[in-house]
């Protein structure tokens, strides 16, 4: 039993890719060589003249054609190469937006998290707020202690220029 053994599917495609641009250029070369022709076919008479332009015309579209694949191919190329430097340059913008992201958040985290432990330790209890209506920034502060605590309104200048120190770190 004999198989015919199919050649490989990239092999056929670099084999066409090969012969494209072979055959167009002898087809140009026809193209030119039928030019030639007709230059000297002036002195024909009108019935062999109207016969070879007949020709001259089809041959045209197909010599078109073929100088359509050589530079359509090469502007085609340079518009992929472009626009793969495009893609290239989106995908390393994205991958850096995405690490800024996670930087950013957690530099966020950090500082949220000293500042909430600032006001722990001053006895200040905080709450994130539920309600988007809010006119605050989201935080509710209220005493840990009764009515009559003393819990300072303000928090202290050092805590403050910890936290400011914190956040030139985080935000440079």
């Known amino acids: 039993m004999t198989t015919n053994p199919k050649p490989p599917k990239q092999d056929r495609s670099s084999l066409r890719e090969l012969l494209a641009p072979i055959v167009a250029l002898l087809i140009l070369l026809a193209f030119v060589a039928f030019i030639i022709y007709m230059l000297w076919l002036t002195a024909a008479e009108e019935i062999e003249w109207t016969r070879a332009v ?4 089809g041959a045209e579209a197909v010599a078109f054609a073929a100088a359509g694949f050589f530079f359509g191919s090469e502007i085609q190329r340079k518009r992929v190469e472009k626009a793969e430097e495009r893609a290239e340059d989106s995908e390393e913008r994205a991958v850096q937006a995405a690490q800024d992201v996670v930087r950013e958040e957690s530099r966020g985290k950090a500082l949220a998290e000293a500042i909430r432990a600032k006001a722990a330790a001053r006895g200040i209890k905080t709450e994130m707020s539920r309600d988007p209506e809010r006119k605050e920034a989201g935080v509710r502060l209220e005493s840990l202690g009764g009515a009559d605590s003393a819990a300072p309104d303000a ?8 936290l400011a120190e914190l956040v030139n770190r985080l935000y440079p």
């Open 155 to 162: 928090m202290s200048q050092a805590d403050l220029v910890e």
């Open 54 to 57: 007949y020709l001259f015309s």
